[in-house]
């Protein structure tokens, strides 16, 4: 058999091509295959003017392949094209004995590769609770519900903390993709408009303080990146992760829709591009979403973006796989059963409601108002941007605080309460007094 | 599916009747024969709504044509309008509208396609007009000036070449499954609509079940046409000119496989390919197609959870088209209007490479279009 000629690469047509191209299939050595794919995201970058001269930037970092690569992109791409930013690492610790030991370690010899100040939380610091002691109090049942919204809370509390208005997180193409879908699935268009869009800021409610944790922009600039590369790429530059595989399993809508986008992507590569363009397209369609402003329409959603759904078992709701679609074929069918036969039954989502809530302000009474002010209001404990009068994770500490007499006394919303809370907050009040 | 056997249910009485015992469990309710027949049937003659003899004018006939594919769904719809139709004369007289019943014959590009001599056991039994039109007749029936006839003339066929000539050499020019299974629908739906202007027909009625809206809800979504949703799955207006009715959307595709079974007679031997009973989801493992991909998908959730297939469809429906985009530019493939003159797979967030506009606006077609066929038509 004669030698085959090399296959050269698509970009260079000089060198053999070894890698072949997720996205597309093309065929390209690995300098050219590294160039295009931070070229790519430097693309995103600007032309969503994700960034400006002078801002700085806190990563979120857990040490697992997408925020490493985000963080080693983001550096290469601030030297070479001068973006003038400050790039700060920024790691949670849910205090789950044993889980963050080894991405931590990573993230701590990444920021001595990147060169990059790092500052690790704990949830002991921002709520008062590691999740072990979460778990202690409620049992392994329904822990994920906590973990899920103090996660989703996490980076933004801590990125006060440092004084940094915009955080950057690693999610890909394939998360979005599958957000899509997994919305659809769910009947969830708010949603899934809220997570096709690139920025996610959550608007200030009330003031303009600086300090406050309602104005934390948020932003994926790997977002049209796929998984298979960024893993790709890791490799190639040799970066330093860790694979962290989420403890618990995804819930099953996430579950469902995960599968369905690995088969896509199978059947059609571009599969999950084009998802994640159908998502941006259908944004504009979802009632109530102004297409007109220059946002495309997805940030005008209704959902806050820190109340956005994220992976692993930031969703699960402490259920057992399949029990979350179980839950709502139940609900679901109520409803069918109660408008087939006309009653005047209306059987909502249940929304928890708190006994001692006085009559909500106009929430929810009047839904048809797009009053984004009235839709997105603050916590009034802790004032974080919130749907409800009292945020999720507040109101989770509040039920943790009741159970434990030792250390609460007051659930009211009293001077007390409020200490404690505001002992997160005013702490990181304090520490972002620093240099801006 | 079809009909279930396990022994609790066989010994319960059906849940509407209290009387006869029940042959299957639809929706946590266990129902007889009988009952699960009136149950289908009221289901898909509910969406006939204005379709009512009161609504016809008299001396003046409605038609709507029902296209054909001897697939359970369009089957059972066939079965139940003539169901309909019957008991609208019975109690009145006249009728509220007649049918046009026609088969798009693709055997010259799909071998696994009904032999055409089918549609003479369905005649017999139910006495309709009908019509055999073969796929390649689209080609003939647009007028001259249609983009879609324009960029489907390859360059390289000579101009004696016949209608079948061309469309052999378009299916054939699609390199993927994915792709010929994309655009073979939108050919028959051309056509269908081509020929339902021709007939006098005032709208089509599609045999799509729930689980198919789901389906298609999904699978327009991943092949990059969610801008398009809305027009998929809502009944009314299309944007081919024509509305479109989807009698039997309220229906799971499990109900309509059973009904084939439980109508009387059974409907099977009217039944094209792989229809009946279990061979659906026994490929999953090969599949090869996008649309296969959620076939498979949603029959399995259907089994479990069939208000979700349901709430899938009706969260598509919330989708809005607003009224300026009524007007926008049609693709030339899959004739969905295209807002903002976003054609082609370029100028986006996603797309990395600026100035590239070689499969942009001139190609008249869509993103997901774009991605089926990526050189342009032609
Ligand atoms: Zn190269
Ligand atoms: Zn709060
Ligand atoms: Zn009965
Ligand atoms: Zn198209």
């Known amino acids: 058999m004669p030698p085959k000629a090399p296959t050269l690469c698509a970009i260079c047509k000089t060198n053999r091509a070894l890698i072949l191209r997720p996205k597309d299939h093309s065929k390209l050595c690995k300098p050219c295959f590294i160039t295009v794919f931070e070229t790519e995201i430097h693309h995103t970058i600007t032309s969503n003017s994700l960034f400006h001269r002078g801002e700085k930037i806190a990563i979120g970092a857990s040490g697992g392949k997408d925020s490493t690569v985000l963080a080693s992109v983001l550096k290469t791409l601030n030297e070479r094209y001068d973006y003038g930013l400050e790039l700060v690492l920024l790691s949670i610790d849910e205090g789950i004995k044993g889980y963050r030991d080894d991405s931590l370690e990573t993230v701590k010899r990444n920021a001595k590769q990147y060169d990059m100040p790092l500052t690790i939380l704990g949830y002991e610091e921002l709520y008062g609770w590691t ?9 392994k049942k329904g822990n994920c519900t906590y973990c899920g919204v103090f996660r989703r809370q996490a980076l933004d509390r801590g990125a006060a903390r440092l004084g940094v208005r915009h955080v950057v997180t690693g999610h890909n193409a394939d998360d ?48 049209y990146a796929y998984e298979k590369e960024i893993v790709l790429y890791a490799h190639h530059k040799n970066l330093d992760y860790f694979s962290t595989e989420c403890i618990y399993s995804p819930e099953a809508f996430r579950g469902s829709a995960r599968a369905l986008i690995k088969n896509l992507e199978r059947v059609r590569p571009s599969a999950i591009l084009d998802v994640v363009r159908s998502g941006e397209d259908m944004a504009k369609l979802v009632p109530g979403n102004d297409d007109d402003r220059s946002c495309g329409g997805a940030c ?35 409803n ?38 009235q839709v997105l209001g603050q916590c009034k404990i802790c004032g974080y941007i919130s749907s409800q009068e009292v945020c999720k994770a507040c109101v989770l500490l509040e039920g943790l605080n009741k159970s434990q007499p030792k250390n609460r006394i007051e659930v009211v919303y009293d001077e007390k309460e409020n200490q404690v809370l505001d002992g997160a907050t005013n702490g990181m009040a304090k520490a972002a007094l620093g240099p801006g | 599916m079809a009909v279930k056997d396990n022994n609790d249910i066989a010994d319960q009485p059906c849940r509407r009747c209290k009387n006869n015992p029940s042959v299957l469990v639809v929706r946590t309710e266990p129902l007889c024969r009988e009952c699960f027949v009136r149950y289908v049937n009221t289901k898909i003659i509910k969406r006939m709504e204005s379709f009512r003899v009161r609504h016809a004018a008299p001396g003046q006939q409605r038609k709507i044509l029902l296209p054909l594919s001897f697939g359970v769904s369009s089957l059972v719809l066939l079965h139940v309008l003539d169901f309909q139709l019957k008991t609208q ?25 009904p032999d055409a001599a089918m549609l003479q056991h369905v005649q017999e039994r139910y006495p309709h007009d009908y019509a055999t039109v073969p796929l390649q007749t689209l080609f003939e029936l647009l007028p001259l000036d249609d983009p879609l006839l324009i960029s489907l003339c ?68 991943a092949k990059g046409r969610g801008y398009s949703l809305p027009w998929h799955i809502a009944d009314g207006e299309s944007p081919l000119g024509i509305p479109f009715h989807y009698p039997n959307r309220d229906v799971l595709k499990k109900e309509l496989v059973a009904y084939i079974d439980l109508a009387d007679p059974p409907l099977s031997s009217l039944v094209h390919g792989p229809s009946a009973a279990s061979t659906t989801t026994s490929m999953s493992s090969k599949t090869t197609t996008i649309d296969e991909l959620m076939k498979n998908y949603f029959e399995s ?78």
């Open chain 1, 176 to 223: 979005v993709a599958e957000t899509v879908l997994m919305n659809l699935l769910r009947g969830d268009l708010p949603r899934l408009s809220r997570s096709t869009s690139i920025v996610t800021s959550t608007p200030a409610a009330a003031s303009g303080d600086l300090k406050s944790h309602t104005n934390i922009k948020r932003s994926k600039p790997l977002k």
């Open chain 1, 131 to 139: 999740m072990d002691q979460v778990v202690e109090q409620v049992g």
């Open chain 1, 336 to 373: 069918e059963a109660a408008a087939e036969n006309e009653l005047e039954v209306e059987i909502t989502i249940p929304k928890p409601k708190k006994a001692g809530n006085k009559k909500p302000k106009a929430n929810g009474m009047a839904p048809q108002k797009p009053n984004k002010q």
């Open chain 2, 301 to 378: 959730v259907e089994e479990n959870f069939p208000s979700i297939v349901a709430n899938v469809v009706r969260t598509a429906g919330k989708l809005q088209v607003k009224e300026t985009r009524r007007t926008a530019a049609q693709c030339n493939l899959c004739n969905m209007p295209v807002t903002d003159g976003r054609f082609g797979i370029h100028g986006w967030g996603g797309d990395q490479e600026d100035g590239l506009q070689s499969a942009g606006p001139s190609s008249g077609l869509c993103y997901g279009c774009s991605r089926t066929i990526p050189n342009g038509l032609r």
């Open chain 1, 300 to 334: 005008s959603s209704n959902v806050p973006a820190a109340e956005e759904e994220e992976g692993g078992c930031g969703s699960a709701n402490g259920r057992t796989a399949g029990g979350e679609m179980a839950h709502m074929e139940r609900h679901l069918a109520q």
């Open chain 2, 154 to 221: 390859a360059p390289d066929l000579p101009s004696t070449a016949t209608s079948s000539d061309r469309i052999s050499s378009l299916l054939s020019s699609l390199t993927s499954s994915t792709a010929r299974a994309d655009v073979l629908p939108m050919l028959r739906t051309r056509l269908l609509v081509e020929e339902a202007k021709q007939r006098g027909c005032e709208g089509i009625l599609w045999g799509d079940s729930t689980t198919k809206l789901a389906e298609k809800t999904l699978s327009e979504t």
């Open chain 2, 89 to 113: 004369s019975e109690k009145s007289g006249r009728t509220g509208f007649s049918l046009c019943v026609v088969y798009i014959d693709a055997s010259t590009v799909d071998s696994s396609a």
